[in-house]
């Protein structure tokens, strides 16, 4: 009898140090994106060649899917730049062609928003699009439209304001800040990361 409640108290202490870890991580990526704050402080679009995988601009300096593929990479070794290429590779025809690309390009499709949204809707990570802040978990992503046709990509935050609106963590043109924007801009897409403990989709 001894020996199978030390079983069972394994096995339930198990479970829960697993829900623990799963619920740890999408806290770490809005972590990992807050501790960008500081350090990226100007917002640069420019083209730039790349390591690859895990091809980064100067950390001082990015746009706003740079905040994302940082954080993914730092919380949970996701590496958004050989993801993307690699799917991109396969399926070329299903990304956009906002850029007049005739192949993919492992230096920037990963830092283009709209890649990033074919590749976040081809894992299936999209969620409803809502006005309640409720619905918005630390380390969500959510794009949104910027005036007048910028397409924008913030991290959602585990703080709150005193309504209980999430922040955001995001460049959106001074380099990485953490702010209460989240509903200021047309919001255009709300995914949560699958598989959020592994290097793998």
């Known amino acids: ?23 740890a991580a999408p806290a770490a990526v809005a ?4 501790a960008q704050i500081g350090k990226t402080i100007r917002y640069d679009p ?22 994302v593929v940082r954080a993914l990479r730092t919380a949970i070794g996701m590496d958004l730049q050989k ?5 991109m590779k396969r399926h070329f025809s299903l990304y956009p062609k906002n850029w007049g690309l005739k192949q ?19 894992n299936k990570w999209s969620l409803a699009i809502s006005r309640q802040p409720q619905d918005y978990r630390p380390g969500d992503l ?8 910028l397409a924008h990509i913030m991290i959602v ?8 609106r999430p922040f955001v963590i995001h460049n959106i ?17 709300h995914y949560r990361v699958g598989g959020i403990k592994s290097s793998e989709h």
């Open 31 to 34: 972590e990992a994106a807050r």
């Open 46 to 67: 420019g083209y730039r060649s790349l390591d690859y995988p895990n091809g980064d601009v100067p950390m001082e300096m990015g746009v706003c899917t740079d905040v």
């Open 83 to 87: 993801l993307v290429h690699e799917d």
């Open 157 to 164: 935050s585990d703080r709150t304001n005193a309504q209980g």
């Open 104 to 122: 993919p390009d492992r230096n920037i499709d990963h830092r283009r928003v709209p890649n990033l949204k074919a590749y976040f809707e081809r």
């Open 142 to 149: 959510v794009t949104c439209t910027v005036p007048p046709n």
């Open 1 to 23: 009898m001894k020996l199978l409640l030390s079983i069972l108290v394994t096995f339930i202490s198990g479970e829960l140090m697993v829900s623990a870890g799963e619920q």
């Open 173 to 189: 043109g001074a380099g990485t800040r953490e702010e209460d924007r989240l509903f200021e801009f047309k919001i255009t897409g």
